[in-house]
């Protein structure tokens, strides 16, 4: 499965995007299966939604999570902490993983 997080906005707008790509495949088992399990917990409805404060503030970063997985691609948009729970530990977890230099994506 590859997972793409897509970071904008806050006080650097879209030039300090950040892009995080993921294959979960190139993670550890304890890792990957932790991505695996919180993205079941999402509802199918979830995919395609935007789940956005109405006021956001320039703290509030917009968040765009991409998954394929066997020839399915979905995605969905989001300020941390709107949304079903499970988003916000995801892209927590990407952005650790992307920290930590296990991704493939440039720093």
Do not use: C, Y
């Amino acid at each position: 499965m590859k997972l793409e997080l897509e970071v904008t906005g806050g006080f650097t707008g879209k030039a300090g995007k950040q892009l995080i790509r993921i294959d979960t495949d190139q993670l550890g088992p304890d890792v990957a299966a932790q991505l695996h399990r919180d993205l079941e917990q999402l509802p199918e409805d979830t995919w395609g939604q935007s789940f956005l404060s109405p006021h956001p503030k320039p703290w509030d970063f917009l968040h765009e999570l991409r998954v394929v997985e066997d020839g399915r691609d979905r995605s969905v948009r989001f300020h941390l902490n709107l949304g079903p729970p499970a988003l916000s530990r995801i892209a927590e977890q990407l952005k650790e993983i992307h920290s930590s230099g296990d991704s493939d994506a440039p720093a």
